[in-house]
T-cell receptor, first 112, second 111 residues
Framework: NAGVTQTPKFQVLKTGQSMTLQCAQD?????MYWYRQDPGMGLRLIYY???????DKGEVPNGYNVSRLNKREFSLRLESAAPSQTSVYFC???????????FGSGTQLSVL | KQEVTQIPAALSVPEGENLVLNCSFT??????LQWFRQDPGKGLTSLLL?????REQTSGRLNASLDKSSGRSTLYIAASQPGDSATYLC??????????FGSGTRLLVRP
């Protein structure tokens, strides 16, 4: 049982480049989330999907887009990467919004 | 706006000691509170989830308490071990249905 799988684990981008972070869960969870973690800032919610077919903005959505491709997959896209988006990105899922959260192992992204 | 604070930011204790980690939140209108563990370079693992109607939850050597009225939660770790060394984060689910995280307490248990 893999849980929440994120790819890639590491990525280096140049300013202005685009990329998509992939996330998949095999627990049949309804809700999925994207967080970023920065030193001294804790984890901040970028976007979430309460259920298949819906997405909503979190605390820090600017510069990002998301797609809930199906119940299993929730991707995060950076259209034009900026140095301020250097961070560790985590995908998470839960059965429903008030249930226990399961996290992926993270993507370390550097934007030069 | 909900704010979650964890004090201290770092803690070092000798092996075998019982310890308490603290978490406080500003808005008592929460649905639940979760405690997580994060090892360096890894994702978060949920340790305990306390519903707003509950006062505590226990799992093995861990016990988490919740006092909604005072906006506080504690995580008690009994008989600490070097393997308990990690960062511990608390998070609350509030009226906006989203988790708000504290910045964590970095715990080192010395052999």
């Amino acid at each position: 049982n893999a849980g929440v799988t994120q790819t890639p684990k590491f990525q280096v981008l140049k300013t202005g480049q685009s990329m998509t972070l992939q996330c998949a869960q095999d627990m049949n969870h309804n809700s999925m989330y994207w967080y970023r973690q920065d030193p001294g800032m804790g984890l901040r919610l970028i976007y979430y999907s309460a259920s298949e077919g819906t997405t909503d903005k979190g605390e820090v959505p600017n510069g990002y887009n998301v797609s809930r491709l199906n119940k299993r997959e929730f991707s995060l896209r950076l259209e034009s990467a900026a140095p301020s988006q250097t961070s560790v990105y985590f995908c998470a899922s839960s059965q429903d919004w008030e249930e226990k959260l399961f996290f992926g192992s993270g993507t370390q992204l550097s934007v030069l | 706006k909900q704010e979650v604070t964890q004090i201290p930011a770092a803690l070092s204790v000798p092996e075998g000691e019982n310890l308490v980690l603290n978490c406080s939140f500003t808005d008592s209108a929460i649905y639940n509170l979760q405690w997580f563990r994060q090892d360096p370079g890894k994702g978060l693992t949920s340790l305990l989830l306390i519903q707003s109607s509950q006062r505590e939850q226990t799992s093995g050597r861990l016990n988490a308490s919740l006092d909604k009225s005072s906006g506080r939660s504690t995580l008690y770790i009994a008989a600490s071990q070097p393997g308990d060394s990690a960062t511990y984060l608390c998070a609350v689910t509030g009226s906006s249905y989203k988790l708000i995280f504290g910045s964590g307490t970095r715990l080192l248990v010395r052999p």
